[in-house]
């Protein structure tokens, strides 16, 4: 069925397909999340594969409260000419290890157990580990996050933990 035939603009059904909590692929070099405050273009790798990095990096810091734009900026920095090779072999590894336990690739699997279950057969791989210690500084090093996780950043400024943030939480 042609969009055409159903009465709806490629814009409407975008619409529809990020309201239902889809990451929609919509073209040569653009993705558009649910949560997605902006949109993000690619240059150097596929749209398919940025999806396929954010949906990786949301399964291996899984943080239900943390808007996709985090997880895009975490690894916009793999669209880079220097990474393609990185990008491209390893996940065409991710798929083949999909393929392997029954899915047609990684993006397309629904359950985030079954996701994990396919990084795990490929977490000893360069790209694995590459894609995994760049999220950890791409991800928690955006000062936008902390409050999410109720960090207040440093306090070395502020007179130390001391004297700034050392007795104030108020869950214990």
Do not use: C
Not at 73 to 84: I, L
Request: no cysteine.
């Amino acid at each position: 069925m042609k969009v055409e035939e159903t009465g709806l603009t490629r814009r409407a059904l975008l619409g529809r397909a990020v309201a239902a909590g889809a990451m929609a692929v919509t073209g040569a070099g653009f993705i558009a999340a649910p949560d997605a405050a902006r949109a993000m273009e690619v240059s150097v790798v596929s749209p398919a594969q940025m999806a396929t990095l954010m949906q990786m990096a949301r399964d291996v810091y899984p943080h239900d409260q943390v808007p996709d734009r985090f997880y895009a900026v975490s690894v916009k920095g793999y669209d880079a000419e220097d990474k393609k090779t990185l990008i491209d072999t390893g996940i065409a590894d991710l798929d083949a290890a999909a393929r392997a336990q029954g899915h047609a690739d990684y993006l397309s699997i629904g359950w985030e157990e079954d996701r994990v279950k396919v990084l795990q057969a490929v977490e000893q791989s360069v790209f694995f580990q590459t894609i995994r210690a760049g999220l950890v500084t791409g991800l928690y090093n955006q000062k936008d996050i902390w409050p999410i996780f109720g960090y207040e950043g440093e306090s070395f400024s502020q007179g130390g933990y001391i004297d700034h943030g050392f007795d104030d939480i108020d869950w214990l």
